[in-house]
Every structure is written in structure tokens, then in C-alpha cells.
């Protein structure tokens, strides 16, 4: 901020000097728009001649694709709700590069909502045993236990398996049993026509889904198939958030929750083992926030046992659900105060539309709790003083586009406040939260609103290659760790440098 404050000075100095020196408007002007340039995100990050070079190609298929957004507001992806863009993303030039572009870390991904539906309903569906049950409110629920313990349906519990040979078309079961678990709809305006409805519906596919997925064969297979998606997405890291349940198995046995951490923890290894390229993930413990304090506290409780046994793998807390129908963290203080020291905190904040309501305070308590990085932090920019802590103490903000419009806060990714963030040049991680909810894969949708959205036209390489660094130094990877994740990132950058001068990439 003191960098802004001086520039303010010296660009008031400059103009009165320009003024009584009568130079040029246009310089000037021209003065205003570098300056402009230079402050943002990415505007001292320096470009080596390939990757100049890679920038002027960057920037003339982004410019193409932009001038034909404008003249045909129809086709201006940049602009549409993501339901409606993604089969023009999907052929966009742009999409493709930045699929093949290394994508760094993803530093805010809830792991049940990870994985694409299409696999879901591919895989994880035919699983054999895989059954669903409705509840009283037509919600429903799919478990592989036997007998399930907690049963919450009025409808008895039904094999998947039957129901699809039943039924009259495979295709067109399959097709509704993704509705469960993907929010899209050609019509998002019609559908979801209040931020309540999208997230009930939301809130109710991770209900829908969970217990099936603490199955311990589907648990597994689930969470290869994550690191799969990210990986292929050329993303190199990532940070889950989880709650670490109970897992069962097939006998109706049920483990203790180490055996959760402990079956991330070897499912990491073993997957680094066969991509050495790839650097794992590490886990944030993430609590719904509308738990009763009591509840609360016993979570903590197993949270300071798990951390205390794995603390570089287990690194933090967090809380989450819709943050509007709170609990507002001023009130979750003793919960959080109550963690170890060695405990970092990650907390959603800001998540909201409303300006001074509690959610919106959430970004001041997480802010005094000294959090490591901020999630979504829609709201900053409404807190000149809040976004200047975050800006001198280096606080990342985990921003995740595409959530932020499904979830009913912003239609028009131009307008969201990320925009601001890049040209106050606020620390910023570009994340995607729940791709698999709604339709999405990877990070690369992301990233292409990033880019095309939130970034001002001529931004290009130097603000995506800025995002990518950041994704690794705002991590939770250790100095050791990060030297080595910088050395992994820098070749394949280089490769990809070369691959797009090769003309292989557009
Ligand atoms: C946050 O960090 C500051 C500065 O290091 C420290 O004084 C303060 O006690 C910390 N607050 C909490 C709640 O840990
Ligand atoms: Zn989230």
C-alpha cells in the first residue's frame, strides 16, 4: 500500500509538473496507463525472450477471441454463466493453451466435490452394492452399507444396479442419476433464481454423496481419481480440505478416523511414486460451521490428535457451509482458539453479497486470527483496511471464479471483485473449489475466466505466470519442499515455453 500511496504522490507531482511544463495530454495519459499497468499483478514479473514471444502469440489469440465476444454478445464466454459458456471455452484456443499451460497448486479444492460427475456416474455408479434411498424431501442419499446406521430416508434403500437394469434406457437413467450430482442446467436463471435455492440444492449433494464415498473401496478409487483429474490438468500440487469421517467397508465394519488420514496419507505416497512430477497434496481439516459449539470443540479434539501424529500432512483448520446462514466466526472464536499452535488456519471469509452483515465481518475475525490465506474473500474489496492487511502481510486470496458465479454472487465474471484484487495487486491463487458439482474439470475453466474475466485485455503472461508462482508460494509447502517444487515448476514451464513456439499448443 505505501508503494500505491507513493505512486499517487509522485503521478499528482507528475501531472502538475506536465501541466506547468505543458507536456502532452498524451503523454500524460499514457504516464496513467503504464503506471496502471505496472502496479498490477504480474506488472514487474519479468519475461525472458521466449516467453515474450510466447506472450505476443498468447495476447493475439486472446485479443481475437475477446473482439469476437464483442461483436457477438451471444458467443462472449468471458461474459456467460459458466452452464452457458462451456461448450464455447471447450473450443476456445485460449482453454486449450491454458490446459497445456503448468498450473502450480490448487490451494482450495473441498475433496468430496472434486471429481468430475462424469466419472461419478461412469465409475463410481457401477460400483457393485453402490444403493440410494429418498427422503421425505425427494433428497437423495447413497450409501454402500448393508445396513445403514443412520437411516435418514423414507424410501426404502434400493440397488443402483437394479434400478438401472429396470429402467427403460441406461442412458437416460445415468443422464438423471447426474443430476445428483451436478448442478447444471441449460438454464441456471430459471432454476436457481435465488443464491438459497442453488446452495440447497448444493449443500444437498454433499449429503447425497457422502456416505458413499467413506466406503473404503469407492474412498479410494474416489481420491486417485482427484489426483488424476488435477494431474492430467497439469497441475502439480494441491491442498484438500476434508472432515475426515469414518470409513466403513463391505463386512459393515467401520475403522477409526486415523485410518482416514492414514489412507490419504498412503494413497499420496503411492501416487507420487508412479508421477514423480507431481508433488502430493496436503489436507485442511474443513468443519461445518453450524455445529453446536460442544460438537465443535470434540471435532477440535480429534483434530489435535491427527495433527499432532501427522503435522506437515495435516497443516490446518477450516469451516464451511453456506457462510450467510452463519455461524459468523466471532461467534466459532473459542473453538478456534483453542487449536495448536502449530495449527494454521484457512478460512472461508467474505463469501457473501452483503456489505456489514456478520458473513461479511468474517474476513475482520479471520484476519485477527492470523489465518494463512483467505477463501474467496468475495467481500474484500469493500474493506480498504482489511485488504491492506492482507496486501503488507502477504495473505493469499484462494478465488475461485466459477463458484463464486454458480453460487449465485456474481452473473457477469467481469464484474467480480477479483478484478480489483489484480489491480491493487493483492496476493491471489486462482482455485476451483467444487468442479465436479458443477460441471467443470480440473482448474483450467478457472483459469480461463481468470485471464479472460477478471484481467483487464491486455493482461497475458506475465499475470498467468505470476498466478502460477503464487499457487506455490502461498502454499503450505515447506522451504525444502518449495525449492524443489520451483525446480519441478521451471522445467516444465520452460517445456511448455517451447512447446507453444513450436506451434504444438495453438
Ligand atoms: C496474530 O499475530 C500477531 C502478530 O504476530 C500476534 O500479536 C497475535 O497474538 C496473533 N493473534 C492470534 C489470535 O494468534
Ligand atoms: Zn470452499
Not at 438459497?196 to 473401496?217: C, E, K, N
Request: proline share 4%; with cysteine; aromatic share 12%.
Amino acid at each position: 500500500m505505501r508503494r500505491l500511496l507513493m505512486f499517487v504522490v509522485l503521478l499528482t507531482a507528475q501531472l502538475q509538473i506536465q501541466a506547468q511544463t505543458a507536456l502532452s495530454y498524451e503523454q500524460a495519459r499514457q504516464a496513467v496507463l503504464t503506471a496502471e499497468e505496472e502496479l498490477m499483478t504480474g506488472g514487474h514479473t519479468h519475461l525472458n525472450t521466449e516467453e515474450e514471444k510466447v506472450d505476443d502469440i498468447f495476447m493475439e489469440y486472446k485479443l481475437g477471441e475477446l473482439a469476437q465476444g464483442f461483436r457477438n454478445a451471444e458467443q462472449n464466454a468471458a461474459a456467460l454463466h459458466f452452464f452457458k459458456a462451456k461448450p464455447l471455452i471447450d473450443r476456445s484456443a485460449i482453454f486449450r493453451f491454458l490446459q497445456k499451460m503448468p498450473k502450480g497448486s490448487v490451494l482450495h479444492v473441498h475433496n468430496t466435490a472434486s471429481v468430475s460427475s462424469k466419472w461419478v456416474v461412469d465409475d463410481l455408479s457401477y460400483m457393485p452394492g453402490l444403493l440410494r434411498c429418498t427422503t421425505a424431501t425427494g433428497q437423495s442419499i447413497l450409501s454402500f452399507r448393508r445396513t445403514p446406521k443412520e437411516h435418514k430416508c423414507q424410501s426404502q434403500y434400493v440397488l443402483v444396479s437394479d434400478e438401472r437394469r429396470n429402467s427403460l434406457d441406461r442412458q437416460v437413467y445415468d443422464r438423471n442419476f447426474e443430476r445428483l450430482i451436478n448442478l447444471y442446467t441449460p438454464v441456471p436463471e430459471l432454476e436457481y433464481p435465488t443464491i438459497t435455492r442453488v446452495w440447497d440444492r448444493f449443500q444437498g449433494m454433499f449429503d447425497g454423496l457422502s456416505d458413499a464415498l467413506i466406503y473404503l473401496p469407492a474412498f479410494r478409487a474416489y481420491h486417485w481419481q482427484m489426483l488424476e483429474e488435477l494431474y492430467n490438468d497439469n497441475v502439480m500440487y494441491t491442498e484438500i480440505r476434508t472432515s475426515f469421517k469414518t470409513l466403513y467397508d463391505a463386512s459393515g465394519r467401520t475403522f477409526p478416523r486415523e485410518r482416514t488420514i492414514h489412507e490419504l496419507y498412503a494413497l499420496n505416497q503411492k501416487f507420487m511414486k508412479l508421477h514423480p512430477d507431481f508433488l502430493g497434496f496436503k489436507v485442511i481439516m474443513a468443519v461445518y460451521r453450524g455445529y453446536e459449539l460442544d460438537h465443535l470443540k470434540d471435532i477440535v479434539e480429534v483434530f489435535k490428535k491427527l495433527h499432532q501424529a501427522l503435522p506437515h500432512f495435516l497443516v490446518g483448520f477450516d469451516l464451511v457451509g453456506q457462510e450467510d446462514k452463519g455461524k459468523p466466526l466471532y461467534s466459532l472464536l473459542p473453538v478456534l482458539r483453542d487449536l495448536p499452535p502449530t495449527a494454521r488456519l484457512f478460512l472461508h471469509g467474505g463469501e457473501t453479497n452483503w456489505f456489514g452483515a456478520s458473513t461479511d465481518i468474517n474476513l475482520l475475525d479471520a484476519l485477527l486470527m492470523n489465518t494463512t490465506r483467505i477463501g474467496h474473500g468475495y467481500a474484500l474489496a469493500k474493506h480498504p483496511i482489511l485488504l491492506n492487511a492482507v496486501k503488507s502481510r502477504r495473505i493469499a486470496v484462494e478465488l475461485s471464479p466459477i463458484s463464486n458465479q454458480v453460487l449465485h454472487l456474481v452473473w457477469d465474471l467481469r464484474n467480480h471483485p477479483g478484478s480489483q484484487f489484480f489491480a491493487l495487486d493483492v496476493p491471489v491463487v486462482i482455485c476451483n473449489d467444487d468442479p465436479g458439482f458443477w460441471n467443470a474439470k480440473g482448474l483450467s475453466y478457472d483459469f480461463y475466466y481468470a485471464i479472460m474475466s477478471l484481467a483487464p485485455n491486455n493482461a497475458g503472461l506475465r499475470l498467468l505466470k505470476t498466478l502460477v508462482w503464487n499457487s506455490v508460494r502461498y502454499s503450505t509447502l515447506t522451504e525444502e519442499e518449495q525449492t524443489r517444487a520451483f525446480k519441478i515448476l521451471e522445467l516444465s514451464w520452460s517445456r511448455f515455453i517451447d512447446d507453444v513456439l513450436e506451434g504444438s499448443v495453438f
